[in-house]
């Protein structure tokens, strides 16, 4: 039975996903292709116009990666949950320039902004990928103007049983002038009243979160308001202003690990998981600090995400408030990998677990040796025959591609891999090969009665 989530539990593991993926050494794409005609951008898609990267980096609240960009402008591409229903990966290209290719995790039929290197009337090439359909493939055309739009809200339009302490967030389509959010136009009101609270703007330029002073009155009704106050860096205005109306429940949201993102059933538990995160080195294993680690509790009919949590100096950590249930642990941090998934089925009140972790640029096969075991070689077919992709990111997806990791590696220079303890009661795993430049693969895994399952992956330009 494929297990019951929501968008926010699945985007705590996806962005996990996309930071491994971005971290990724690819191949450029050092070639022009010729402009293959213009696609109608679908309802739900926005493709902004250039914003400098010196003008976003000046907001003093940006991500490294656009401010560090020697390109001098960037465009960003985002879609409404929704758009693709069924999609699991976006490859967006810059056709027009060459580069590099980004792989973008999506999440219920979309994703946030996304930054792309390009100027006014460059074409960019963008693939979707889905599970029951051939990949939709559109080219658009960077815009020399665009007002910003909100891309998603959460809670999304007529939500019920919101939780009572509650954060609520809206996710615009580009960087928005921070000074623009304020009190009036990131608001919520209750019978017509402003809801006292504070608004917050994200050091990712896009995002405003609003938090209650008081918790939210019990089964009543409220809207979240986004006026055309908000402006973008270019002084356009919102697009058009924006009214989300959403209910109240009874209860407040214990345990959760992203306190704007509370699901609509019961969360928490009185139990807790301790343990270690560990380094694993040619040289031996070591404690690892400041990894993030992250739980999901699979109950019978769902699931969602908790924890988020920092391994201390000792490389130790402690998720409470979990329930009994069984609990796949991810463990984070940047330039690393975990190659072996690591579930816990907790039925006492304490439970413990050791997580390890690998360098990306330093793969150790033998770190990868308990079943159940996926291994083989990432190659490419060329004129010369078949040859080994060194640096791909392996991905084992519990749920196909929307996000669920269990366990993630990068192939070595022959262009190996190996992942084990690969989870087989959650969900149905698949697995990913990617790199950029190339086409994303992927398949389900299938034991049958074997431990060891060898399975190379082919991937294509």
Known sequence: ???????????????????????????SDHGTNPDPGETQEPEGMVLSNPVSAISVATQGSIRQSISSSGAGTSAFVSIAPGTY??????????????????????????????????????VL???????????AVLTLKVPARRPPTVVRSNPPKGRVDVALNQYLVAVFSEPIDPTSITAASVRVEHNGQQVSGTVLFHDNSWTAEFIPAV???????????????????????????????????TTECPGYAIPSSCPPFPTGGNGSIS????????????????????????????????????????????????PNA????????????????????????????????VAANRPILEAATDPPVVKGVVYETTPQGRQPVPRALIMVDQLGGDGLVSATTTTNEKGEYAVCRVPTTIGSPWIFALKDG???TGQEISFGNQSVLTLDIELKH
């Open 275 to 322: 343990g270690v995160v560990n380094e694993r080195t040619p040289e031996g294993v070591r404690p690892l600090a400041n990894a993030k680690v992250f739980g999901w509790v699979q109950l019978i009919d769902h699931g969602y995400a908790t924890g988020g949590v920092s391994s201390l100096g000792n490389g130790t950590f402690t998720l409470n408030r979990i």
């Open 438 to 440: 190339y086409s994303t």
């Open 215 to 249: 918790p939210f009155e019990p089964q009543s009704e409220y809207q979240l308001v986004i006026t055309d106050g908000v402006r973008d860096l270019d002084g356009d205005p919102l697009e058009t202003s924006y009214t989300v109306p959403f209910s109240t429940g």
């Open 326 to 357: 069984q609990i796949l642990l991810q463990a984070w941090s940047e330039g690393f990998n975990q190659p072996c998934g690591k579930v816990v089925n907790l039925s006492t009140p304490v439970d413990t677990a050791t997580i390890e972790l």
């Open 85 to 122: 229903p069924d999609a699991f990966l976006a490859e967006i290209r810059n056709r027009s320039r060459g580069g590099v290719q980004t792989n973008v995790v999506m999440t219920d039929g979309g994703f946030d902004p996304v930054t792309i290197t390009a100027q006014e009337g460059d």
């Open 1 to 27: 039975m494929r297990p019951g989530v929501s968008r926010v539990n699945r985007l705590t593991f996806a962005i996990m996903i996309l930071t491994l993926t971005l971290a990724v050494s690819g191949c």
């Open 125 to 135: 090439r963008l693939t979707i990928w889905a599970r029951s359909a051939d990949p």
